[in-house]
C-alpha cells in the first residue's frame, strides 16, 4: 500500500483533531466492548466508597489524557520504523481506556479534572521531545511509562472498594493492555532508561496524580 506523506501543516492539523477529541470530543476508539458491561449486579456503593471511586477513576482518566498525548507528540517526531502501526493500536487503546474511566467517573456522579489541558500539553512536549532522542529512547520512554501506570493500577485496585466491580473490571483490563504496551515497545527495540530520567518521570506523575485526585 502506498503510504500518504503528510506536510508539517497537515500533522498540526490533526494533531490539534487528536487533542480536540481527547479533552472534549468522541476519542477514535476500537472495536472493544467496555470491560464495565459484563458486570451487571453492581452491590450499591456508599457515599464514601462512591467518592474514592470517582476521584481514583478521575486519576486514571486523566493519566490517559497524558497518556494520549505522549504517543502524539512522539508520533510527530520519532521515526518508528516498522512499529507506527503497532504504536499506533497502543495509541486507540489508550482511548478505550480513556473512554472507560470517563464513563465511570460520570456514571458514579463524578466530574473530570479540569487540569486535562495542562496535562495534554505538557505530555505532548514530553512526548515529542522523548521522540528526538530517536526510536530506540522512544520506545523505551513508552515502555517505563507503562511499568509505572501498572504500579499506578496495583495502588488503585487496593484502594477501590471490592464492591465496585465496574472500576476494578476496567481497571484489570487496562493493566492488560498496558502490560503489553510496554511489552511491545520493549520488543521493538526500547532500552532501559537511565535512572534520574525514570525518577523524574515518578515525581512528574505523582505531581499530577496528586492534583488531579482533589481537581
Ligand atoms: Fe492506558
Ligand atoms: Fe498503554
Redesign the pocket.
Known sequence: MKTRHYNPLDHLVMNFDQALRTLAGKPLVTERPNPAQACEDEPELTEYQKDESIRLMRVNHCGEVA?QALYQGQALTARLDGVRERMER?AE??ND?LEWCENRVRELGGRLSLLNPLWYLGSFAIGAGAGLFGDKWSLGFVAET?KQ?IEHLNDHLEQISEDDVKSRAILQQMKV??AR?GAAAKMAGGVDLPQPVTKLMQLTSRIMTGTAYWV
Open positions: 497518556a497502543a487503546e489508550e481506556h507503562e501506570v493492555d498496558e504496551h
